[in-house]
Structure formats: C-alpha cells, structure tokens
C-alpha cells in the first residue's frame, strides 16, 4: 500500500507537471502535440545542461536568460534559454533550490518541448507539502 507521502508526492507531480507546462496564454488554443502531451499523462524527465562560462553568466545575473540544452530520454535540445525566476519569497539563488523559466525558442527560433514555448519549473518554496499551486 503506498505511504500518504508517496502519493503526495506522485499527486505533487502531476499537479506540477500540468501547472509548469501549461501554456502561458489562456487564449492560445493548444497545439495538437500540447493536447496528446498532456493527454497521455506522463511526467517528463528532463536533464538541463549549462556550460560553466554560462552558468557563470547565469549567476551573475539570474534573470538574464542563458543557454542550456535539455535532454528529455533521447531527444536533445540545445541552445534553450534558461533563467531563474520567482517572486518576494519564493526566489531562490541558483545554488539553493531555483524556480527555472526554459524557453525553448528564446535563442533557436520556433523551437518547441511538445509544442510549449516556455516552461515553467516551480521550487515550491512557499509549499513545502508540494500540494497547492496558487
């Protein structure tokens, strides 16, 4: 029987995965890949990348967008823009636990994760229970 931890945390990423990949407009109709993405319901693994000069870069100046390649199983994306975000409260230096904006065209033009511009990765800093998305 799973433990009510594991399954907040499994409920925890399903909330986030549909929250942090939402797309930013409400007027935008979604694509057809955004609609089978996240139809299919699967959380994505993602492994981000940043060269040192660009990390460097990326810690001097955390809302400056940088490059990253993203890998996500086999495919790879290069040159994605990344930068920290967050608010009073919830923004976090990179070497604590960021908040992450990746922009998929930011520097390779019409570039797209499942047919998402931008992405959104949350730190939950404000939740600790992972459990509420405001």
Known sequence: M????????GVTWLFATAIFCAPLSAKAKKPDETAAFFDAGVIPKLHIEISPPELEKLKKDPRTYVRCTVHEGDTVYSDVGIHLKGGAGSFQPFEAK???????DK????QKFHGLDKLHLNNSVQDPTYMSES
């Open 107 to 110: 520097f390779v033009k019409k």
């Open 98 to 104: 960021p908040a992450l904006t990746l922009n998929m």
């Open 2 to 9: 799973l433990s009510s931890r594991t399954l907040a945390r």
